[in-house]
């Protein structure tokens, strides 16, 4: 059995090394009191395979207005990798939230990582560790159109009496 402690500090140095634009935000959730490692049923995969669930993800994210963080970083990594390539996932979650974390084999380079909660909800905030200069990007929900209603400039009333 792992310490989940050791593992959290594990995932969080591997973003911090990482060059994952949101990974401040990605490690800020990691190292959360609140935040638990979850069980894992199925940590192996494959870089074909997580681009396929993850680009399905994206379409689903972006139709229910689930806020993410590193998804689009995570979808460019995979693109770059053979599809054969193994790969290992781990899940963290606190309350709403959760945090897959993809990398190369047991204990390798982090890849990737998502962070999202339910349709919605917006994305937790947390303290920086180091200054950041840019905004992390964060998924927002579509922006909604306002209906239009078809109105007839001059309509003839026909049972109108004068």
Not at 109 to 118: D, Q
Request: aromatic fraction near 4%.
């Amino acid at each position: 059995m792992q310490d989940t402690a050791d593992q959290k500090h594990r995932i969080a140095e591997g973003l911090r090394a990482g060059s994952i634009i949101d990974r401040e935000r990605l490690m800020g959730f990691v190292t959360d009191e609140a935040t638990v490692v979850a069980a894992n049923p199925f940590p192996s995969t494959t870089a074909g395979a997580a681009r396929q669930r993850w680009g399905m993800r994206e379409i689903e994210f972006e139709a229910m207005g689930v806020a993410s963080a590193g998804l689009r970083c995570l979808l460019m990594s995979l693109a770059a990798l053979p599809v054969g390539e193994p790969l290992r996932q781990e899940i963290l979650r606190a309350s709403s939230h959760v945090l897959y974390v993809l990398r190369h084999g047991e204990g390798g380079s982090i890849i990737g990582a998502v962070l999202h909660g339910k349709p919605g909800q917006a994305l937790p905030s947390f303290v920086q560790h180091e200054t950041v200069t840019h905004e992390p990007m964060t998924r927002r929900p579509p922006a909604k159109r306002p209906s239009r209603k078809r109105v007839a400039p001059s309509q003839l009333d026909l049972f109108a009496i004068s």
